[in-house]
């Protein structure tokens, strides 16, 4: 039993070492990087691409027998490499498509066909860097143009938008200051009304007291006048009063003047006497001198004498 294990050990052993001997075999080639440029690669529409690529890669030996030369195997990466590319590329239609929105999708498809197919039995690809695509010049020129083009154009609208903005906004502006000079001139129109309103009702006011004043001054005149007429025929019945009590005084007066001359009279008729005292009496207060013609009526004197005495006119 022991024998039998020994003998198994020593078989791994010798196993193992002929295994790690091919591994070493294996491992004496160098990896090596390529640097690849694949021209004339035509998309579905024609258009020719150029690939710049690095491919880093390494030699194997086979069951049959060692690796072929490195420089064969390198030619071998090239031509292979060329094919798969062109084939890939033939998928792609529109050139337009792989400069644009495929580009990215067109160089995982390269990377991943290569990875693929490159492969050989005596050769390990481990990488495929796609470096570059190179569209043809005029493609690019053109592009280049259209870009500008384009830019151009989106500049001009970008602009004819600004336009359109800055008119819109002077529009909405100049519609703006309208509607300001509109609200100042309809603020000024009832400032002004206001105002027009304030002066007539000044004026009517001072018209209104100019009124009252004038009918206040003919109230007060009126009154006045009346208070005159009302003082002046006051007046003019004191007057009267004042006349009429003169005139009875004077009647009265009158009347005892009248009695005074009838008691001296009945006085003189009943004492001869005494009227003849009397008349002496006059006659010695107002010495006349009188001139009688020759052959004079006695009444003369007589006449004269009753003329002298009071109270015989008014009988």
């Known amino acids: 039993m022991r024998r039998l294990l020994f003998l198994l050990c020593l078989l791994i052993c010798i196993i193992l070492f002929f295994a790690s001997c091919q591994r070493e075999t294996t491992l004496n080639h160098p990896e090596q990087l390529m640097g690849a440029n694949f021209s004339d690669v035509r998309l579905g529409d024609g258009v020719p691409l150029s690939l710049q690529l690095a491919i880093y890669w390494q030699a194997e030996d086979t069951d049959a027998g060692p690796a072929r030369p490195d420089t064969m195997l390198s030619d071998l990466l090239r031509a292979r490499g060329v094919e798969i590319a062109r084939r890939v590329a033939n998928t792609y239609p529109e050139v337009d498509s792989v400069f644009s929105t495929q580009r990215e999708n067109f160089i995982a498809d390269i990377k991943e066909s290569l990875l693929l197919e490159l492969p050989a039995p005596d050769l390990i690809v481990k990488d495929v860097i796609v470096r570059n695509v190179q569209f043809p010049a005029a493609f690019t020129t053109a592009l280049e143009d259209i870009g500008l083009q384009d830019l151009r154009e989106e500049q001009i609208n970008k602009q004819n938008e600004l336009d ?29 009304a206001i105002q027009a309103r304030t002066e007539s009702n000044r004026r009517k006011s001072e018209l209104a007291r100019a009124e009252t004043a004038a009918a206040v001054a003919r109230t007060q005149a009126s009154a006045e006048a009346d208070r005159l007429r009302q003082l002046k025929a006051v007046e003019v019945e004191k007057q009267r009063e004042i006349e009429m009590i003169a005139v009875e005084k004077q009647r009265e007066l009158d009347k005892v003047a009248l009695q005074q001359q009838l008691e001296l009279a009945r006085l003189c008729q009943e004492n001869p006497t005494y009227a003849s005292f009397l008349v002496n009496k006059e006659l010695a207060g107002n010495v006349e001198i009188a001139v009688l013609p020759t052959g004079t009526d006695a009444n003369v004197f007589g006449g004269l004498f009753d003329s002298r005495l009071p109270g015989k006119n008014d009988n």
């Not at 529009?171 to 000024?188: F, M, N, S």
């Open 164 to 192: 359109v903005a800055r008119a819109a906004a002077q529009e909405k502006k100049a519609q703006a200051d309208g509607l300001v000079a509109i609200a100042q001139a309809e603020a000024e129109g009832r400032l002004q």
